[in-house]
Structure formats: structure tokens, C-alpha cells
């Protein structure tokens, strides 16, 4: 017997798997792209932009429509969007202009 004793190296790292359509969503492209737009689509299944909008819109850069079947929309509160069914598609728009108001506001309060 030996009196060293050597640490094996059998760890094999699994990887989640990603839908061959899931890229990494870069924070300032979306936002620029949802101000100079407007506002932008979601699908259904785009789970990473729809987790990126809901870091968005708890923070007040954007604002989540979630799309009914009928075509309408309604408004989510951050709380609802962090915890909404990936059943819909949604709408990102940038906030209204007072909204913005109070973000500016609040933002010229914290130095």
C-alpha cells in the first residue's frame, strides 16, 4: 500500500440544457431598443427576456402588458410579473412620462 493517497478527479459537471433559441439578453440593448421602440414583444417562451423586463419593471424602467387571447391587454405590478404563468405573451413599454417623473424625482432625492 501507499502511504499518498491521490484525490481522483471523476467529477463530471452537468450544464442545464438551453432551448437552441435562448441567448443571453443584454440589459442596455433591450432597454434602448424598448425606449427608441416604444415598446417591444415577449413570446410566450422567452424566459430569460421576461425574467430581464421583470428586474425592469420592479425597478420602474419598464412597464409588462401581459397579452389576453382576445388581443387585449392588462397591466402587471412587478409582483404579479415575477410570478406570472409563462402561458402569455407580453408587451414591455418604457413607463409613461409620469411615471419617469417620479423615477427622475426620486432619483434627484439620493445624491
Known amino acids: 500500500m501507499s502511504d499518498t493517497w491521490a484525490p481522483t478527479t471523476n467529477i463530471v459537471r452537468f ?21 427608441d ?17 421583470t428586474r425592469l419593471t420592479i425597478f420602474g424602467f419598464v412597464t409588462i402588458d401581459e397579452v389576453q387571447c382576445d388581443g387585449s391587454v392588462r397591466r402587471l405590478r412587478p409582483s404579479e410579473a415575477v410570478r406570472a404563468p409563462a402561458a ?10 409620469r411615471a419617469a417623473g ?7 432625492d439620493h445624491p
Open 37 to 53: 421602440a416604444g415598446s417591444l414583444p415577449v413570446a410566450a417562451d422567452d424566459r430569460s427576456t421576461k425574467v430581464l423586463a
Open 15 to 35: 450544464r442545464r440544457p438551453h432551448a437552441p433559441s435562448a441567448r443571453p439578453v443584454d440589459q442596455h440593448r433591450f432597454l434602448d431598443a424598448v425606449y
Open 102 to 108: 417620479r423615477l427622475h424625482a426620486m432619483a434627484s
Open 88 to 97: 402569455r405573451p407580453w408587451r414591455v413599454s418604457k413607463p409613461s412620462h
